[in-house]
């Protein structure tokens, strides 16, 4: 085993919930070396603001991330992002992540923090105002809708659950479905239908969004007829489903059918030595609060797990 190249434990991915376990792991004197597929911060860094972080009144998403990088590398933590996993090798004493520039590197123990993505419609102009009236989060961004008019895209429970959520803020919320009946619970299908505030487009979809560096409107289609009309709109709420990044962990670790990892309360999966954190882990609620708390917990078990690994080892009589 090559010790350059061995931690106490690899952390795979730098959102909050990666960077939070760096930061405990490091700071009980673990070598640790977070690895991380895209940019430090994770799907923080779309965000421009957060408001709901406690502690800090108003932060930009960049920002956060910067902070909690700096924290990990003070007390040790290595990182290395924009890197890519070529081979994870999880069962065994010793864990091995190879990357496609051909390092290797190895561990005591693995911590999963990969997140995911919410499923985006693919239409064009998405990408470009995602923050700017695009949202895929209505406690992240309900807020800066106050007396604004807003869609909601979807019909499973998440779509109309936040679309009554966000009446709170909004002036008048239209929910557009691609069919003619939700797919949801039948309280929540009435509570969205008695609300005033709210409107409903069946039948149809988002062909396209307007506007440069804020949304400004949307080409709605009529999937019965075919025909797109251009709406003016202040923002649009996406709720079609949500992807975790786990398709490199498939056959490796248990997932549930919805490809989520599946952790106890230690945040331990199924392998021992392998542990998970954050919005790649099957639950309901995906916040940086819950991706942070997620962290600190998988870190603490890790951090226990090589403990003992560690004593277990010294008891080991030496070969002779
Ligand atoms: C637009 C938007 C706005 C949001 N606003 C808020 C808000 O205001 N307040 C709030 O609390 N929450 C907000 N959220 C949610 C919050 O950002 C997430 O819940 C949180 O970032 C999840 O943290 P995580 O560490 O689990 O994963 P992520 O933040 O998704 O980070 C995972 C990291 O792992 C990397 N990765 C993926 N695959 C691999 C791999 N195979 N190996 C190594 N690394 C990998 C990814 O590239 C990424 O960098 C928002 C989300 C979005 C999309």
Same mark, same amino acid.
């Given at each position: 085993?090559?010790?350059?190249? &061995?931690?106490?434990? @690899?952390?795979?991915?730098?959102?909050?919930?990666?960077?939070?376990?760096?930061?405990?792991?490091?700071?009980?004197?673990?070598?640790?070396? /977070?690895?991380?597929?895209?940019?430090?911060?994770?799907?923080?860094?779309? $965000?421009?603001?957060?408001?709901?972080?406690?502690? *800090?009144?108003?932060?930009?998403?960049?920002?956060?991330?910067?902070?909690?990088?700096?924290?990990?590398?003070?007390?040790?933590?290595? @990182?290395?992002?924009?890197?890519?996993?070529?081979?994870?090798?999880?069962?065994?004493?010793?864990?091995?992540? @190879?990357?496609?520039?051909?390092? =290797?590197?190895?561990?005591?123990?693995? =911590?999963?923090?990969?997140?995911?993505?919410?499923?985006?419609?693919? *239409?064009?102009?998405?990408?470009?105002?995602?923050?700017?009236?695009?949202?895929?989060?209505?406690?992240?961004?309900?807020?800066?809708?106050?007396?604004?008019?807003?869609?909601?895209?979807?019909?499973?429970?998440? +779509?109309?659950?936040? %679309? *009554?959520?966000?009446?709170?803020? +909004?002036?008048?919320? $239209? /929910?557009?479905?691609?069919?003619?009946?939700?797919?949801?619970?039948?309280?929540?299908?009435?509570?969205?239908?008695? &609300?005033?505030?709210?409107?409903?487009?069946?039948?149809?979809?988002?062909?396209?969004? &307007?506007?440069?560096?804020? =949304?400004?409107?949307?080409? /709605?289609?009529?999937?019965?007829?075919?025909?797109?009309?251009?709406?003016?709109?202040?923002?649009?709420? =996406?709720? /079609?489903?949500?992807?975790?990044?786990?398709?490199?962990?498939?056959?490796?670790?248990?997932?549930?059918?919805?490809?989520?990892? @599946?952790?106890?309360?230690?945040?331990? $999966?199924?392998?021992?030595?392998?542990?998970? +954190?954050?919005?790649?882990? %099957?639950?309901?609620?995906?916040?940086?609060?819950?991706?942070? +708390?997620?962290?600190?917990?998988?870190?603490?078990?890790?951090?226990?797990?090589?403990?003992?690994?560690?004593?277990?080892?010294?008891?080991?009589?030496?070969?002779?």
């Amino acid at each position: 085993m090559d010790t350059q190249n &061995h931690y106490d434990a @690899i952390v795979l991915g730098a959102g909050p919930a990666g960077l939070t376990a760096g930061i405990y792991l490091s700071r009980a004197r673990l070598r640790t070396l /977070i690895l991380s597929e895209g940019t430090v911060g994770g799907q923080m860094v779309l $965000t421009h603001e957060i408001a709901n972080y406690p502690g *800090v009144e108003s932060v930009s998403g960049y920002q956060l991330s910067v902070i909690m990088r700096n924290q990990a590398k003070k007390f040790g933590c290595e @990182i290395r992002a924009n890197i890519s996993v070529e081979k994870l090798t999880l069962d065994g004493l010793v864990k091995e992540v @190879i990357l496609s520039d051909g390092s =290797i590197f190895t561990a005591d123990a693995v =911590i999963l923090s990969p997140g995911g993505r919410s499923r985006t419609l693919g *239409v064009s102009g998405e990408e470009k105002p995602k923050g700017k009236g695009i949202s895929y989060c209505a406690t992240c961004d309900g807020d800066f809708f106050t007396n604004k008019e807003i869609m909601v895209v979807g019909g499973g429970n998440s +779509a109309l659950e936040e %679309a *009554v959520s966000l009446t709170k803020y +909004a002036s008048k919320v $239209t /929910i557009v479905h691609q069919f003619d009946n939700f797919q949801a619970f039948e309280f929540a299908i009435r509570e969205a239908q008695n &609300h005033p505030k709210i409107n409903f487009m069946m039948e149809s979809t988002i062909s396209a969004f &307007h506007g440069n560096e804020k =949304i400004e409107g949307v080409g /709605i289609t009529d999937l019965k007829t075919g025909n797109t009309q251009n709406h003016p709109i202040d923002g649009v709420f =996406i709720f /079609i489903g949500y992807v975790p990044n786990t398709e490199f962990l498939e056959g490796k670790i248990e997932l549930n059918r919805w490809k989520e990892i @599946i952790a106890d309360p230690d945040m331990q $999966t199924n392998v021992p030595g392998i542990f998970a +954190a954050g919005d790649s882990i %099957a639950k309901r609620y995906r916040q940086v609060t819950t991706a942070v +708390a997620d962290g600190t917990i998988a870190a603490l078990a890790a951090s226990r797990y090589i403990h003992e690994l560690n004593k277990d080892k010294k008891l080991q009589p030496e070969k002779s």
